[in-house]
Nanobody
């Protein structure tokens, strides 16, 4: 059974930083591209960032480009999202997900999702 567990969320002031982690078990981590998504109540889920199996390709949405950094440690089965210069508009529940492929992360192939971790940024 695949388990996806996000951690590292919290409440911070604007301009501060957070590092999200996503630990996965029950699958061969390096066989999957990975992504971070976020959602606020009443809004559609937004793709924030993604990374292919060997970090050969990464993607960032325009809203986070230059402030967020995605990375992965295949030896530890863990995905990370380093977030700096946080803004109130970054407030959301952040989700980690595993794609069914390893080399494409910007499609709709995400099949394993975590429960999310809340990030709240106050001004």
């Amino acid at each position: 059974q695949v388990q996806v567990q996000e951690s590292g969320g919290g409440s911070v002031q604007a301009g501060q930083s957070l590092r999200l982690s996503c630990a996965i078990s029950g699958l061969t981590f390096e066989n999957h591209a990975m992504g971070w998504f976020r959602q606020t109540p009443g809004k559609e889920r937004e793709g924030v960032s993604c990374i292919t199996w060997n970090a050969g390709f990464t993607y960032y949405s325009d809203s986070v480009k230059g402030r967020f950094t995605i990375s992965r440690d295949n030896a530890k089965n863990t995905l990370y999202l380093e977030m700096i210069s946080l803004k109130p508009e970054d407030t959301a529940t952040y989700y980690c997900a595993a794609d069914m492929t390893r080399s494409s992360c910007t499609g709709v192939g995400y099949v394993h999702w975590g429960q999310g971790t809340q990030v709240t940024v106050s001004s």
